[in-house]
């Protein structure tokens, strides 16, 4: 099924997973990878979420699973942020900052699961670490990203890409040393070549 995704087949790849979840239903890894499929490459979020509840009830401890729940949980909080209507009331822009909250705070702590479970989990010490940023909260925020970049973590170039790319931000945004921002970037793309928010973040850096 990830050779076909990766070929472009999402047809074949789709059938593949479905396959795998009828013929090992008790295998959470199964679900969690369709899950994966389901959001990042047909953006269902609602059958994500529903084979990921899958994975979990199989295993509540399923690393992969929890951490895609919370990435799913800050991709509705973002899209929650962008549906408000200009000619909303202050107090709708309140009740919708809460909810947004809330599924951050939900979100963090699964993250904080993710890393207590497996300390190594790249993608979680990243993500956690971007709250982080958000929050301006940068001395948190650097000391997730020094772990998720450590030489002794092994993780896709992927993976490695984003960490990269949230360092930058960090330099960017707290120490403000482009330098450093810069050399983030170019890592950044020497991990994923070809990555367009580390090669725009880059252009922007160098503009």
Known sequence: AMLAEAAGNYS????????????????????????SFQWEVLGDLPAARASLQKALQLDPNHVSSLC????????????????????ESEEEWVAED????????????????????????VQALTALAQLHIARKAFLQAQELLERALSPELESDGAAKARAYLAYADLHQRHTHDIPAAVAACRKACEARPGWAPAVWRLGILLW
């Open 12 to 35: 074949a790849a789709q059938s593949f997973y479905e396959r795998a979840v009828a013929a090992e239903p008790f295998r959470a890894a199964h679900h969690s990878n369709f899950a």
């Open 68 to 87: 895609n729940s919370a990435l799913i949980l800050l991709a509705t909080a973002g899209a929650k942020g962008k549906e408000k209507q200009e000619d």
């Open 98 to 121: 809460a909810d947004q909250d809330e599924d951050e705070l939900e979100a963090q702590s699964l993250f904080e699961r993710v890393i207590h479970l497996d300390p190594t989990h």
